[in-house]
Every structure is written in C-alpha cells, then in structure tokens.
C-alpha cells in the first residue's frame, strides 16, 4: 500500500511537515511570543561554548575577581593542562555545560573581564603617551636629542641622530601647504624610545 502522505506546508519552497520541530518553532515566531526558537537556542548554546573557550586565556586576576563556582574554574584548570585533542574537546563541552548554568549577570562580568583584559592598561597608556611626547622633541629639536642621550646613555647616539634627520627629512612637504608626512624613522624612533622607557622604572618628561 501506497504511504499516507504527510501533512505539512510548504515554506520559501521547503516542505515542513506538521507537528515537527520547525513547524512548532513557525508557529512560535508567528505567534510573537517571547519564548526563544530553536535557533536562539542554539545560538546562545554557542556563544556560552565560546565564551568557555576564551576562559582558558584570561590573566588569573581577572578570574579571581569573577568569583565564579569552584567546579567551572576547576574545569578551566582542568583544559589547562589537557593536551589530547579529544579529551581538551569533552573538557570545553563540559565548560561550555557549566557556563549554561550560569545567572545572566555572570555571564555578563565574564564578557565584560574579556574585554578588560584587551584594554590596555593605564600604566600601558601612560607609557605610549610619554614615548609619543619625547619623539616630537627629538624631532623638534637638538636640545631634546641630548637632553635624551644624558638620561638614557645606553642608547646609541649615532643611531638616533641618523634617525632623527631622516624623520626631519621626511617630514618637510614636498608643495606647500602639504600635511608634514611620517616615514620609517619616525616609527622606529618611537620604537627606540617606547623600548628604552618599558625598562625604566621612573622615565623623565622631556623639558619644553
């Protein structure tokens, strides 16, 4: 005997057959409701998995201020040290299990000590700002030139004044009123003295 064709409709040319879990999540989105579809679901599942994921790179002061439940972060502990690939792949499910659990507001001061950690640190932006201050004096003058060398005389004074010239060089505009251009010296000035001040422990401003 010939099969009794299931009942269903057809939507954007694929067949949903009544009572199947595409027809009940249809019938949820038709109907407005606040409940989440299948699809959100699995979205948000994802997302958690993810952010499980990303767990296993946080710096340890961040993760103490979480205070997460001692079983996730004993789970990321766990990943740590895990080199097999199948068992590292059942220990972030069973991560990305744990953060499911988690209250929203958890969820979202994890999301938030993420971003935290790719921000750089006020110390970090301190330090960019002084090195950006002490390259337009170099540029700008021989003063700061030695006024640079005194204080850090462990720098190579040939190199620096042969860069230097060249960002002078560089940044003079080949037609009048031109914008002054930054080549190559003016980056690896910056360099220079971006790296000579992460090593001091207190660096001078240079004098206006």
Do not use: C
Not at 21 to 45: A, C
Not at 60 to 76: C, G, H, I, S
């Amino acid at each position: 005997m010939p099969r009794k064709p299931k009942k269903g409709y057809f939507v954007r040319g694929q067949f949903v057959a009544e009572g199947s879990e595409l027809d009940l999540e249809l019938k949820r989105e038709l109907k407005g409701g606040d409940e989440p579809t299948r699809t959100d679901l699995k979205k948000e599942s994802s997302e958690l998995q993810k952010l499980g994921e990303d767990l296993l790179t946080l710096r340890a002061e961040l993760m103490e201020k979480l205070e997460l439940p001692a079983r996730l972060v004993e789970a990321v502990a766990e990943a740590k040290r895990i080199t097999n690939f199948e068992g590292k792949r059942r220990q972030m499910q069973f991560i990305g299990k744990l953060m499911r659990q988690l209250p929203p507001e958890q969820v979202e001061a994890v999301r938030a000590a993420l971003v935290e950690q790719h921000m750089p640190s006020r110390k970090e932006t301190e330090l960019l700002h002084h090195a950006e201050k002490w390259r337009a004096q170099l540029i700008a003058n021989d003063d700061a030139v030695g006024q640079w060398l005194n204080i850090h005389p462990a720098t190579d004074s040939q190199q620096l004044r042969a860069l230097v010239r060249q960002a002078r060089k560089d940044a003079k505009p080949e037609k009048p009123g031109e914008a002054p251009r930054h080549g190559r010296a003016y980056r690896e000035i910056f360099q220079l003295v971006r790296t000579a001040l992460g090593g001091d422990n207190e660096s001078e401003e240079p004098s206006e």
